[in-house]
């Protein structure tokens, strides 16, 4: 699977993107979320993950633009958010899919596994 990890530098998406190399038939493409051009490659993709955590901009807008970009690819948004009204605005912006960041591993790669097949996965604490 080829993923597309969106993200600020920091060690957030230092820990997914190691979380996510984990899995060995995984390729991993690391790239800022700052940039307007969110589009470095679009050949061979399989899905977008989405870091959020720190981002100055709303992350709606952030999640907008990159559906905008890639419109054919799901969408799995990582953020802090635990409640089901902020979770549910990401939904509507166009994420296939959202996981609270400080998960398991082993509910990323769960995470990761559905929304490539287009499907909604949705988990949280209060979840």
Do not use: C
């Amino acid at each position: 699977m080829k993923i597309i990890l969106f993200g600020l530098n920091n060690f957030i998406t230092d820990t997914v993107e190691s979380m996510l190399i984990s899995m060995d038939e995984w390729q991993v493409i690391r790239t800022s979320l700052v940039e307007e051009d969110y589009s470095p490659t679009t050949h061979d993709l399989d899905l977008l993950v989405a870091s959020l955590a720190g981002v100055s901009k709303s992350p709606i807008l952030h999640i907008k633009n990159l559906v905008n970009q890639y419109t054919s690819l799901p969408l799995l948004a990582l953020h802090y958010y635990g409640d089901e009204f902020s979770v549910e605005l990401l939904l509507q912006a166009g994420a296939t899919g959202y996981l609270q960041l400080g998960s398991s591993e082993r509910t990323l790669h769960e995470a990761v596994l559905t929304v490539a097949k287009n499907e909604t996965f949705v988990a949280t604490e209060n979840t």
